[in-house]
């Protein structure tokens, strides 16, 4: 089953949301969250009331994740339209997220080609994190996750495949629906709207592909900054195999 899955109405909503929202939000956030944590050790503490620091641990979490979803690149400045290489992306979102792959034992496969785009690079950047968390979310005991970069036509393709708990139908069609989550409250069900939004914006195509049990393919396409790549690609580029 390969679906196509961007639909207009579901990108509405995300706008001017993101830029917002500051960025200063996460430090204050992070402070609270270690002297509840202190809290929770202290001897004198009766049982209830270290119910209700956990309670509130739980609650800076989800919003900890909410701004993840939204803003883990988001600059105070204007951001601009720049010509994006794709390999170069792709591995400083790798980076970041290799302490959660290495918490979930998933080894990461990419194959990654620099390939230019056109995008605002914060925004680039927290669309591929978007997935990949998803990705790496979806193998909670282990798997792989591959990342590849080719060329189709005059569109740069990354797939982000990943060998985990898959999705239904049901789940594939409600996929960028705000606050559709099957993660409980450790789940936003915002980080598929951000990818959609960004997706749109820069032109660019999104296809899934999943299996309940086996894992999801996500495909994404978006726009050659040149398209002479495509004549140059398979002459410039050797195609190289990058264990992370
Ligand atoms: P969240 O991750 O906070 O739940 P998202 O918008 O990122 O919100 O994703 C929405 C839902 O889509 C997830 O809760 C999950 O059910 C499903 N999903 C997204 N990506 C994957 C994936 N790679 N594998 C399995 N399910 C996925
Ligand atoms: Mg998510």
């Given at each position: 089953l390969r679906r196509r899955i961007i639909r207009a109405e579901k990108m509405e909503v995300v706008g001017h949301l993101a830029a917002s929202i500051s960025h200063e939000v996460r430090n204050p956030l992070t402070v609270s969250r270690g002297f509840m944590q202190l809290l929770l050790q202290s001897e004198r503490m009766n049982y209830k009331d270290k119910q209700y620091i956990q309670i509130a641990i739980e609650e800076i979490d989800r919003a900890e994740a909410i701004i993840t979803d939204?803003?883990?690149?988001?600059?105070p400045a204007p951001e601009h339209v720049e010509k994006l290489n794709v390999k170069t992306e792709i591995e400083r979102v790798i980076d970041i997220l290799r302490p959660l792959a290495n918490m979930n034992s998933i080894e990461i496969q990419a194959s990654l080609l620099p390939f230019a785009v056109k995008g605002e690079r914060p925004k680039f950047q927290q669309c591929l994190l978007n997935v990949m968390k998803n990705a790496i979310e979806a193998m909670p005991h282990g798997g792989i996750l591959r990342i590849n970069v080719s060329i189709d036509k005059d569109y740069v393709l990354i797939h982000i495949g990943d060998t985990g708990i898959g999705m239904t139908k049901e789940q594939i069609e409600r996929l960028g629906e705000p606050y559709f989550t099957t993660k409980g409250t450790k789940g936003t069900g915002l980080g598929m709207m951000v990818v959609y939004r960004i997706v749109e914006t820069m032109k660019g195509d999104l296809f899934i592909h999943s299996e309940v049990g086996h894992g999801t393919d996500v495909y994404m396409y978006f726009p050659s900054y040149y398209k002479s790549d495509i004549e140059k690609s398979s002459k410039r580029h050797q195609f190289e195999q990058v264990s992370y």
């Open positions: 939204y803003l883990t690149f988001a600059k």
